[in-house]
């Protein structure tokens, strides 16, 4: 049994994460920024703990990792607000990888894009572009960490039905459901290989267990 922190608790790909994990006995904490979903999370299994990663402190990002074994980063701003997308997506991101060392959570799994590098190549005219930049650069930032770090990258994600099997070789980005997503988070998080790796993905033919095992 682990205790596993999902920061971004109410997204879709989170939602689907809680159960798969408290299912095999790990203890959950979804954190959220509204209340009103606080009902929901507990459907899933998780525990809900409403905090604003956006505004709140390093220290108080700390306190609320402390005592898990793994963090999960699976919060964003949604696009819109540049501004916003560099403080959600890169500056919050960025916060709770300092607060993790802080708190001796050295795991750290960071749910990125397939795309996501510093030569992304999203004009800055593309409204896609603040997006591309704060991930970039949080997933960057988490590299350079002395934290045992995984960047996942789903390509286009999908509604499908969760088949157990990815591509964790393609060299192209494509489709994958956010059903085998949240199976290649759980998974990652036991398989000690992926530790250090970036890993982007699509559907595929290989189970997820053999496709993150190399």
Not at 141 to 150: F, G, M, V
């Amino acid at each position: 049994m682990a205790r596993i922190i999902v920061i971004g608790g109410h997204g879709k790909v989170a939602l689907l994460l809680a159960p798969i994990l408290s299912a095999r006995g790990d203890e959950v904490t979804s954190v959220i920024r509204n209340a009103a979903h606080a009902d929901e999370i507990r459907a899933g299994g998780a525990d809900p703990v409403v905090f604003d990663v956006e505004h709140e402190s390093r220290g108080a990002l700390a306190e609320l990792i402390a005592g898990h074994d793994a963090v999960v980063w699976s919060a964003g701003a949604g696009g819109g607000d540049a501004s916003r997308t560099r403080a959600v997506d890169f500056e919050a991101a960025a916060r709770s990888m300092d607060a993790a060392r802080d708190a001796g959570v050295s795991r750290y799994v960071m749910v990125s894009y397939f795309g996501s590098r510093p030569d992304h190549g999203i004009p800055p005219t593309d409204s896609f572009h603040s997006y591309a930049e704060a991930k970039a650069a949080a997933d960057e930032y988490l590299r350079a960490t002395s934290l045992a770090w995984t960047v996942l990258g789903p390509s286009r994600l999908t509604l499908g039905d969760a088949t157990g099997r990815i591509d964790a070789e393609a060299k192209a980005s494509g489709e994958v459901s956010r059903a085998n997503v949240a199976l290649v988070i759980a998974q990652t998080l036991l398989e000690p290989s992926t530790v250090h790796r970036t890993i982007r993905f699509n559907d595929g033919d290989r189970p997820v267990a053999d496709a993150l095992a190399g």
